[in-house]
């Protein structure tokens, strides 16, 4: 039985779902970001206990098919700026339609109704926060995190920091402060 589970974003949530599951009972075949499987075929009887557990851990269990290819889109997207090495060698809206083989059209207009933003802006305030853990890392120039983020170039990454948060990365590394958002509240 497959389940969807909302705000996991890192191998740390992984462990702790699976760890959820395992005290329940359950026998979890995988744990993925935002998916489970499990080879029981009926929880009915332990669902509300699920529930429960997974909320006072900051995750929600997802019912519905629409929510369901919010989240898929959104772990798509985290995966993508925050775990992957690799560059999109296609578009965001083809990556996207062809990993969830449905429509870009539709899947944008159902992320915007639900999410209340486009999935370009989701897509551009994650590598925004991810550029943010960079810099507070002070390991990489800001030619390098341009790079590793894909863009191209570092006043066109610097015009979109400034866009979404307000100041330049050379004003935020100034600043010492960690003004950053964690992942599932963007």
Same mark, same amino acid.
């Given at each position: ?8 974003? +890192? #191998?740390? +949530?992984?462990?702790?779902?699976? #760890?959820?599951?395992?005290? /329940? ?11 489970? &499987?499990?080879? =029981?075929?009926? *929880? ?16 929600? @269990? *997802? ?21 992957? =090495? ?13 990993? @969830? ?18 999935? &370009? ?6 590598? *925004?926060?991810? %550029?943010? &853990?960079?810099?507070?890392?002070? =390991?990489? #120039? /800001?030619? &390098? ?19 979404? %948060? ?8 100034? @600043? ?7 992942? =599932?509240?963007?």
């Amino acid at each position: 039985m497959k389940l969807h589970i909302k705000s996991m974003v +890192c #191998s740390r +949530c992984k462990m702790m779902v699976k #760890s959820e599951l395992e005290k /329940l009972g359950l026998h979890p075949i995988y744990v993925e970001l935002g998916e489970i &499987e499990i080879q =029981e075929t009926n *929880i009915d009887h332990l669902k509300e206990d699920l529930i429960q557990n997974l909320q006072l851990l900051g995750f929600d @269990l *997802i019912d519905d098919k629409r929510s369901m290819i919010i989240e898929r889109i959104k772990t798509l997207i985290v995966d993508l700026v925050h775990h992957s =090495e690799e560059a999109l060698k296609v578009n965001l809206s083809s990556y996207i339609s062809d990993q @969830l083989h449905q429509n870009y059209h539709y899947l944008s207009n159902l992320f915007t109704e639900v999410h209340g933003t486009t999935i &370009e802006n989701y897509y551009i305030a994650q590598k *925004i926060e991810r %550029a943010k &853990e960079l810099l507070v890392y002070d =390991e990489l #120039s /800001l030619g &390098e995190i341009a790079f590793q983020l894909n863009y191209s170039s570092v006043a066109h990454l610097s015009k979109q920091f400034k866009k979404v %948060a307000g100041f330049t990365p050379t004003h935020f590394k100034q @600043l010492k402060i960690q003004k950053r958002q964690s992942i =599932e509240n963007l």
